[in-house]
Nanobody, 123 residues
Framework: VQLQASGGGLVQPGGSLTLSCSVS????????VGWFRQAPGKEREGIAC????????HYADSVKWRATISKDTAKNTVNLQMDDLNPEDTAVYYC?????????????????WGLGTLVTVSS
């Protein structure tokens, strides 16, 4: 199982971007996929997760109303759209897959991780 996160970059405050998590080795019709981020000097934070079985989603309060997690079945990817970005959103963003059923934002519950993609929000 391999996951590859992409789509990071430099964004101005108030801007938007979409991160993409490409999954190989696991069809996205059952597992949970989560997006996490880690800012310098801070712990890794689970910000959004999606059940690819029933499309239920959970969001952290820090991104609620600004983030949308979705799956693209044809491409076997899970995307995270982030709007109204601010400097506090600057972090390395990771995607991860949990092979067991059950939706959670706890990083310890995820089995497979991709390399991160850096998002920098700055003017």
């Amino acid at each position: 199982v391999q996951l590859q996160a992409s789509g990071g970059g430099l964004v101005q405050p108030g801007g938007s971007l979409t991160l993409s998590c490409s999954v190989s080795g696991f069809t996205l019709n059952r597992p949970a996929v989560g997006w996490f981020r880690q800012a310098p000097g801070k712990e890794r934070e689970g910000i959004a997760c999606l059940s690819t079985l029933n499309d239920i989603t959970h969001y952290a309060d820090s991104v609620k109303w600004r983030a949308t997690i979705s799956k693209d079945t044809a491409k076997n990817t899970v995307n995270l759209q982030m709007d109204d970005l601010n400097p506090e959103d600057t972090a390395v963003y990771y995607c991860a897959l949990r092979s067991d059923l059950g939706l959670t934002k706890k990083s310890s519950s995820y089995d497979y991780w991709g390399l991160g993609t850096l998002v920098t929000v700055s003017s």
